[in-house]
């Protein structure tokens, strides 16, 4: 090596030893992360991926990815900002975080929708590259006017990076078009990030070379952005600061980072193996259950079959014709697809054969707001089909719950031979958390019976014969003798046969109702999450707000106060003991994201003057927001 090159070596390793030695690492006990940018600037996969990293980590973790329009907004615009907020911990977290440490904005408008939600003295990393002329008119700044110039964020602490000229450099040799150079412009921001926060970026490598190896230049594009992002951190020192979160005190086992899609579709699977019956999704895709279909239809090897119907009831009732035939029919939809497969699952319910419908609520009424979360459906799942048409509803808690959940109601509708709900919504099935792989012996048994010849003493199969959980016997269409008539025309108690009799009619739909009503003496009696017996306030949830009720009502005890927390996995038929619960507190408090639907459910049933706290706005509920509403009833 010649003379010169080797002190100027020398000189730069000297260089950056000083400085990482007047750099200090602060361990910190939690962080919030939100990034934020146009829909096409991959804020969604760079939250992703950072999740993945953070789990591998050891970090207890709550993510909320928040969605633009489905349409696409115009490039720069306030509606088609996309952001993904992740908080992890070395304690326990049961949601993603009310406000940010740490706001990434890649344009004005990403600034300007997200700016409310972080905290004062907190982070922003600005790529400067998105506040130009055109970008600060597209997010309706002032003419003339520059957030990152004008000193109106002097309450926070400003990283202003480049990061469209840098990762344009990082990737100057390599034959790509300008535009699809700046597609890596998000990996140059998660190098940085990984630096910030004292991580490796071996997932990420592994991740990028498994979805992009045989495509070379995407490959190293998206590379090379993030080894830059990561060394101009690294040798740059901006902030003179790097932080680092310690494991969080998690029980022991196997874990990963799942998505509620995700753990509902290995659900599924668990069940199908345990039970042995082979699973059958028959689906429409719809936003935000596609990720189900698509999760699934990668399990073939594990006997799991998928068909994409044409639309909503096409989908049902071929999910239909396979619980008819032996296999568990399953059926996944949101909103708008609900209220179109209402009949078919009328004729699931005179059936009475075991199937589950999946629903992904979303905002609605109508098409609604697709990417935004909404508890909309409870009161259509409870009731929204024609006649007395009862069904038995479950919901999932958060995206891991998805997994126990779902497993569940495919055990109650094989069980009971019923026709089951279970609701998740996009929160739920976007949001990330770790998850503990169980083991197949901790599973619950699955008790499948089919009906294969004559009973004692029977001279023809009866196909609505029941036994004492009011459940008819599943005979597969074929099994010689057991020939048998059911359909959507009301049929004769016992025998099955076409009936116009009104006594008979009464009869079985009071029939059909018990039998419902009866699986509460099959399920657990409902426990409290936390809390006194008696109190003062009684807080019920059901689905998505688990979080951020536990969380609320947990300071409030650390206050000492008589705040106790109910969380509903069960909703119909109700666990048997909760009208003995709710009596024992002198206030109900029942927060929803929705206008208040099981607050009727709850009033009608018990009688009780629950109290409602509604947001409708396609955002959960904020621990401020709640912690708020209590304290003015506890004065």
Request: overall charge neutral; hydrophobic content about 40%.
């Amino acid at each position: 090596m010649p003379a010169k090159a080797f002190v100027n070596l020398t000189l730069q390793r000297l260089f950056k030893y000083f400085i990482n030695m007047a750099a200090t690492t602060e361990v910190l006990q939690e962080v919030v992360i939100k990034f934020a940018g146009d829909s096409g600037d991959g804020m969604q996969l760079t939250g992703s991926q950072f999740t993945n990293n953070t789990a591998l980590l050891g970090n207890d973790l709550a993510t909320f990815p928040d969605f633009p329009a489905e349409i696409r907004a115009p490039q720069g615009t306030l509606p088609g900002v996309s952001g993904f907020q992740l908080r992890f911990s070395s304690d326990m977290v049961y949601t993603p975080g009310d406000e940010c440490d740490v706001l990434v904005a890649m344009n004005a408008a990403a600034l300007k929708v997200n700016l409310k939600s972080l905290k004062k003295g907190g982070k922003i990393i600005a790529n400067t590259d998105g506040f130009d002329a055109k970008n600060l008119r597209l997010a309706n700044y002032p003419d003339g006017v520059n957030p990152l110039e004008d000193g109106s964020l002097s309450a926070y602490e400003l990283i202003k990076v480049d990061v469209t000229k840098m990762t344009r450099e990082a990737l100057k040799d390599i034959t790509m078009g300008t535009k699809e150079k700046d597609r890596a412009k998000n990996m140059f921001v998660l190098g940085f990030l990984y630096w910030m926060y004292n991580r490796n970026m071996d997932s990420s490598i592994a991740f990028i070379k498994e979805k992009f190896g045989k495509k070379p230049e995407i490959y190293e594009s998206n590379i090379r952005a993030l080894q830059a992002g990561y060394n101009f951190g690294d040798t740059i020192e901006i902030t003179g600061v790097t932080y680092t979160v310690a494991k969080a005190r998690m029980q022991p086992g196997t874990y990963r980072s799942i998505m509620g899609n995700q753990a509902l579709a290995y659900g599924l699977i668990a069940f199908s193996d345990k039970s042995e019956l082979p699973l059958f999704l028959g689906t429409y895709p719809i936003t935000p259950a596609s990720d189900i279909l698509h999760e699934l239809s990668r399990y073939k090897a594990f006997g799991i079959r998928t068909f994409q119907a044409e639309d909503e009831i096409a989908g049902i009732t071929s999910a239909i014709g396979a619980s008819y035939g032996g296999s568990l029919g399953v059926t996944t939809t949101s909103g708008p697809g609900m209220a179109l497969k209402g009949e078919a699952m009328g004729l699931a319910v005179m059936l009475e054969i075991p199937l589950v419908i999946v629903d992904v609520q979303r905002g609605g009424p109508s098409t609604g707001l697709p990417t935004k979360t909404e508890q909309s459906d409870l009161l259509q799942a409870y009731y929204g089909r024609n006649g007395e048409c009862p069904m038995p509803v479950i919901a999932a808690s958060t995206p891991s719950d998805c997994f126990d959940g779902v497993y569940e109601a495919c055990r109650i509708a094989v069980e009971h031979m019923t026709p089951v709900i279970f609701l998740s919504d996009g929160y739920i099935a976007n949001g990330a958390e770790p998850w503990r792989f169980p083991k197949s012996e901790d599973l619950p048994a699955v008790k499948v019976s089919f009906k294969t010849d004559l009973g004692h003493g029977e001279e023809k199969f009866q196909p609505y014969l029941r036994d004492e959980k009011l459940v008819r016997p599943w005979a597969v269409p074929g099994t010689p003798g057991l020939e048998h008539r059911i359909g959507g025309i009301e049929k004769q108690n016992i025998t099955g046969n076409v009936s116009y009799d009104p006594e008979n009619h009464q009869l079985m739909v009071k029939i059909r109702e018990e039998k419902v009503e009866k699986i509460a003496e099959y399920i657990p009696e409902q426990h409290l999450d936390s809390g006194p017996e008696k109190g003062k306030i009684l807080v019920i949830g059901w689905g998505s707000t688990y979080g951020v009720i536990k969380s609320t009502v947990a300071e409030l005890q650390a206050q000492g106060h008589e705040v106790s927390h109910a969380h509903l996995r069960y909703i119909r038929p109700f666990p048997r003991n909760l009208g003995d619960i709710i009596r024992n507190f002198d206030q109900v408090l029942i927060p929803e994201i929705n206008n208040g639907q099981l607050i009727k459910i709850i009033r009608d049933k018990y009688l009780v003057d629950a109290k409602g706290y509604n947001k409708i706005m396609g955002i959960p509920i904020t621990k401020s927001e709640l912690l708020e509403v209590l304290k003015k009833m506890l004065a």
